[in-house]
């Protein structure tokens, strides 16, 4: 019943946090991270995943690895629902690439240490295939082999990130979860890490996850992107269609609000860039608030993500979607 | 493959780099108390490890005969005990089994407590709950009542009572590392090595322990004088060591019995006590200083008010004519604390629309001059600092800079090498305008930017030159009290997280009332409701409740605002903005921008403004200064140096970062690294990056010089106007 097209299909996925009662029978606040995501990841794509902070795309990209397991909803690894198996059975297919590479590497231990890991736990290679593969990934990445010895602190944040992502390699996975992997870089590095990954993926045949909130890089190297906002996809389309013209009227404030060089916006629009309260959600669609063309079914209900006008591909969840400029 | 070009040359430059800073040993001893305390029990220790082979007499045969001999009688060269027993004999042997006792004491101490602490920091939840809170019952009993009753359990003698202050100090290693992994339990690190397929016990073993390792050896050290005390009190109180052994307790038990007749005889232990304790306690400190990554950052050092200015502070124009500081004609003086009683809450500035009233003239720049080497010497600045010819010193007058830095030059000093993070830096800032300081992290555009209100923490900065000109005055000799006058008064900063800068404790209401009743005589009442004004300046909604929120009750972009507010208090004539919109999701700081641009027009406000976004410049920016290891290597009007820079490394910086609107472009990653600014190559520092490098740009000192329109560049092959790098279409020239 699955289309072998799709890697991951992720359907009504929700992650809830606190909750439940206290000793006393008092109820603790509760917050909804995720709130019924259903998305599928195609094999071979760069799905773009953008949105602003509190928006849940972390939450939604720990839950894809196994770092955290949903509330409800299901996780489907070429059909097989793997949401609350925890973090081995999905590491062996889909591996993460942290924001600061820095602080995700163990001060501790050596790059070799690090990188055997997957290797062995996950793999069970010996330590003579181990030496070989190891080689031959550090090279992959554009580091020397004489790095393998040192320490994390011995190098610069766009090596580290470098080594970061050979760790993600180093379990041979599928797909890769790559949470804001150039926003922590200084500017003069990210291109390096952006060509890298870019390199790897047409070599290995990766899928990728990218998530940003920087929409300049996602526009560069994502093929479709998923725009979400308050825990909800809000629009999903190919990545040109969707920053040509964009249907979502919370899609069309991000793609405004990006600074370009050489471009000087003309006056404010007095959007407050407040989210709704997240422990007392809104009934209807949460970006209501802020949204110019906001009507008052807008606020009674949450609109369902479809196409519109666009094709099957292009979707959005708005009752009062922008028309082709 | 421009990334594998980029990674070599990258990874060469790292091997250099490698630790300079002295080994944990070397610091101890460096440490002159901590090495005393470390000849003190070693001496002590060698003693007591070769008491079998000492010439020493048997520590428990009795000779009543010679009972209570004095200090130095032949034979007894510590005199003897009220039964006769040789008390130098007593002694090393009962400092042998006190530090025995101790030591082991401490270590089932520190492993069982450390691997409890472990267990809960890293388990959580329920695990923790039970296991803490069976640490808080056996914290509940006074620790000595509980060694007490253990022994009385287990039955007088040397080894229960190493088990009863063992069992006592278990509480304090398990509390200390579990606070400590579970800081650690959510780090990063730990998440990937789950990734990894490691399980619990992997991780806790070859992931967090050895990071808590360095935590465990500070506490030992700590506790283990702690723990000899109390085997001896054990022992004094005669439930340690049983006669006839010697322990060091046991024997100031004995000598208490005869403390009047022969006070020696309980003096040598106590004071044996002492000497080990204190030299125990000397080096545990050490160790401390040494291990703690906070003490050795120099954090927990109380940083001194300014930032230190050295003596000999080379002036950039010794041996020219003094360069008068642009002086204030506007009659504001020093004086630039406006009273805001009443309605008048802003001073009547000069409304003015966009461009600064220096026009456009070149000499907007960081001031522009002629460099001949030939005319005249040059002068003592390491920042090719240059002198002025007289047109430029009037059209400065006339201008009436805000700010007007020249040749500044700041320093770190950390170990033996010195690192020149700020140059020889030229600014110059007019009314109204705002300049935009850009550069990759670590090219000294924030310390530039602090040096001006002397914020860069000292030690271990120090401003080694240069003159910091606001409004006349020279700020790097002003006295303290005009300093502190200046802060947040006429000279006010907004920084890049505002959670971190605003106090969590306080409402920002009072946080803005305090800020402005430091600096102007108003009432409370007053102040409150300049403060409600300003909220309401900065558009936040509902200011008159948002004054008792607190910072962490507001989003990023509230607290962003109420920061800018705070800054404007005092109508500043200059704001220094630290990449204040960096941390801020994109609609919010496309905001905030908005804000600050309408404000500082409205208002007439200097900006300085640091970001690395080449996008957020070209909303904000009248000019822009492009900083490079610790220099200034591009400045020019915003539009100009965006679409036509002069050097290459502004082209580069442009170029690899990717722009809305333009998928397709080929990203070009500027190769290698920054040098390292405590060893600058002669000549350009650009140059081993530089597409465009010859062997002229290796040698000399390179001026920043007029290129072309407004701008100036430290280039001696500067790009002509649109020229692209070699390999790369020009991405503006190129769109259609």
């Known amino acids: ?325 | 493959m421009t990334a594998a070009a980029a990674s070599s040359r990258d990874d060469r430059s790292s091997g250099r780099e490698r630790r300079e800073r002295p080994s944990t040993f070397a610091l101890i001893l460096n440490n002159r108390l901590a090495a005393a305390g470390l000849v003190v029990l070693c001496l002590i220790v060698i003693a007591a490890l070769a008491a079998p082979i000492l010439p020493l007499a048997d520590p428990n045969a009795t000779d009543p005969a010679s009972r209570l001999a004095p200090l130095l009688s032949p034979g007894h060269l510590l005199g003897t005990d009220a039964l006769g027993r040789d008390m130098l004999s007593r002694l090393v042997w009962g400092t042998r089994v006190s530090l025995v006792v101790g030591v082991s004491a401490s270590l089932i101490a520190a492993i069982f407590g450390s691997a409890i602490g472990l267990v809960a920091g890293y388990a959580g939840g329920r695990t923790d709950q039970m296991l803490m809170r069976l640490i808080d019952l056996t914290m509940a009993f006074p620790y000595i009542l509980l060694a007490l009753a253990i022994v009385a359990i287990l039955g007088p003698g040397l080894i229960n009572a190493l088990y009863a202050i063992a069992i006592v100090n278990v509480p304090f290693f398990a509390r200390n590392i579990r606070g400590i992994t579970v800081g650690l339990a959510r780090r990063e690190f730990v998440d990937a090595a789950r990734l990894s397929g490691k399980g619990p016990l992997t991780i806790l073993w070859s992931d967090i322990l050895p990071n808590v390792l360095p935590t465990i050896v500070i506490t030992l050290s700590t506790t283990v004088g702690w723990m000899i005390l109390e085997t001896a009190g054990l022992s004094f109180l005669g439930l340690g060591a049983q006669p006839p052994q010697a322990d060091l307790g046991s024997m100031l038990g004995d000598g208490r019995k005869v403390m009047f007749t022969a006070p020696t005889i309980s003096l040598v232990p106590g004071l044996m006590i002492f000497l080990i304790v204190m030299s125990i306690n000397l080096i545990g400190d050490g160790i401390r200083d040494a291990l703690d990554p906070r003490l050795r950052s120099g954090a927990l050092a109380r940083p001194a008010f300014r930032t230190k200015v050295a003596k000999g502070r080379r002036k950039a124009d010794t041996d020219g004519e003094q360069e008068p500081l642009p002086a204030d004609a506007g009659g504001v003086g020093l004086d630039p604390l406006p009273a805001g009683e009443g309605g008048n809450r802003y001073p009547p500035l000069p409304c003015r629309a966009s461009p600064p009233q220096g026009g456009r003239s070149p000499s907007v720049g960081l001031s522009e001059r002629s460099i001949s080497p030939l005319e005249g010497e040059m002068p003592a600045g390491r920042g090719g600092f240059q002198g002025r010819d007289g047109d430029d010193v009037a059209s400065d007058r006339n201008d009436n800079p805000v700010l007007a830095v020249r040749g500044l030059e700041t320093d770190f000093h950390i170990g033996r090498s010195v690192y020149h993070a700020s140059n020889g830096v030229d600014l110059t800032i007019r009314r109204g305008e705002c300049l935009c300081l850009v550069g990759e992290s670590g090219s000294g555009k924030s310390v530039t930017a602090m040096s001006v209100m002397g914020l860069v923490p000292s030690p271990p900065g120090v401003i080694a030159g240069g003159r910091i000109g606001f409004k006349g005055e020279d700020l790097a000799d002003a006295p303290d009290r005009r300093i502190r006058e200046l802060r947040g008064g006429a000279v006010s900063h907004v920084f890049q997280d505002p959670l971190a800068t605003l106090h969590p404790l306080f409402a920002v209401g009072d946080q803005i009332v305090e800020a402005i009743r430091a600096h102007q005589p108003l009432g409370k009442r007053a102040a409150e409701a300049k403060a409600r004004d300003l909220l309401d300046l900065v558009r936040i909604p509902n200011a008159a409740q948002r004054m008792k929120a607190l910072p962490h009750e507001l989003s990023g972009g509230l607290r962003q605002r109420v920061s800018i507010a705070m800054a404007l208090a005092n109508d500043p004539e200059l704001i220094i903005a630290d990449e204040p919109t960096t941390a801020l999701d994109v609609t919010v700081q496309a905001e905030v921008l908005r804000l600050l641009d309408t404000l500082r027009r409205e208002r007439d406000t200097a900006v300085l403004f640091i970001t690395h976004d080449f996008g957020v410049v070209s909303e904000i920016a009248d000019r822009v200064a492009v900083m490079y290891a610790g220099r200034i290597v591009e400045t020019g009007e915003t539009a100009e140096i965006l679409t036509r820079p002069a050097h290459p490394y502004t082209r580069m910086l442009i170029d690899c970062v990717p722009v809305m609107g333009e998928p397709e472009r080929r990203l070009d990653a500027v190769p290698g690294r920054p040098p390292a600014v405590n060893r600058l190559p002669p000549g350009c520092a650009f140059a081993d990056r530089c597409p465009r490098v010859q062997p002229d740009c290796r040698e000399g000192e390179i001026p920043l010089e007029t290129k072309r329109g407004s701008l100036e560049a430290r280039c001696l092959h500067p790009l002509g106007p649109g020229e692209a790098l070699a390999g790369g279409a020009d991405p503006l020239e190129a769109r259609p």
């Open chain 1, 1 to 325: 019943m699955t289309p072998p097209s799709n890697v991951i299909e992720i359907r009504d996925l929700a992650r809830t946090f606190g909750g439940g009662r206290t000793i006393l029978g008092t109820k603790k606040p509760q917050l909804t991270a995720v709130r019924g995501v259903s998305l599928d990841l195609r094999k071979g794509e760069t799905l773009g995943i953008v949105g602003e902070s509190g928006c849940g795309k972390s939450t939604l990209a720990r839950m894809l690895v196994g770092l955290d397991r949903p509330t409800s909803g299901a996780i489907r690894l070429d059909g097989k629902d793997l949401s609350s198996s925890g973090t081995r059975a999905l590491a062996r297919r889909v591996q993460y690439v942290f924001q600061d590479p820095v602080s995700s590497l163990n001060p501790r231990q050596t790059i070799r240490d690090i990188l055997e890991a997957p290797m062995r736990h996950l793999l069970g290679l010996g330590s003579k295939e181990r030496k070989e593969r190891l080689e031959k990934l550090i090279e992959d990445v554009n580091l020397r082999p004489e790095f393998l010895d040192r320490y994390p602190h011995e190098f610069s944040g766009g090596q580290a990130q470098r080594i970061g992502i050979a760790r993600a390699l180093a379990a041979e996975p599928d797909v890769v979860v790559l949470d804001e992997p150039v926003s922590a870089l200084d500017v003069s590095v990210q291109a390096q890490v952006l060509n890298l990954l870019d390199r790897l993926k047409r070599e290995r045949g990766l899928t990728y996850v990218f998530i940003s909130h920087d929409l300049a890089v996602v526009e560069s190297v994502a093929t479709r992107v998923a725009v979400m906002y308050f825990g909800e996809i809000v629009e999903t389309a190919p990545a040109r269609e969707l920053f040509r013209a964009p249907l979502h009227p919370y899609t069309n404030l991000l793609i405004r609000s990006a600074p370009v060089p050489n471009r000087k916006r003309q006056k404010a629009s007095g959007d407050s860039g407040e989210l709704p309260d997240p422990y007392d959600p809104p009934p209807g669609c949460p970006f209501a608030p802020r949204c110019p063309r906001a009507e008052d079914n807008c606020r009674a209900a949450m609109p369902a993500l479809e196409a519109k006008d666009r094709g099957k591909d292009h979707r959005a969840a708005c009752f009062h979607p922008l028309s082709r400029r």
